[in-house]
């Protein structure tokens, strides 16, 4: 006589995935924003078009920061993903 219970187990929260590419421009970390997480509109280097709030997008970033920045994360750039995938 088997007694089966299921375990109710909520997915455990995680980051975004941050992963690492590279570009012809150097190495950039990337991070997924799905659409919900958007709330503002940004404007996409690569198209120089707005990304409409809620659109899912990505966030870019340099892993080396640029001489005269303070911090690499504030070069954070707002891609469309399509735009992203083109850049070179
Ligand atoms: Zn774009």
Known sequence: MSRRRVAQRAAPM????EQVVS?????????????SGSA???RCPGCAQPI???????????????LLSA???DERRHWHTACWARKH
């Open 14 to 17: 995680r980051a975004p995935t």
């Open 23 to 35: 570009k012809a421009d150097g190495a950039w970390n990337i991070r997924p924003i799905r659409g």
């Open 40 to 42: 503002k509109e940004y």
């Open 52 to 66: 409409r709030p809620g659109t899912a997008h990505l966030v870019a970033w340099p892993v080396e920061k640029a």
């Open 71 to 73: 911090a690499a994360i």
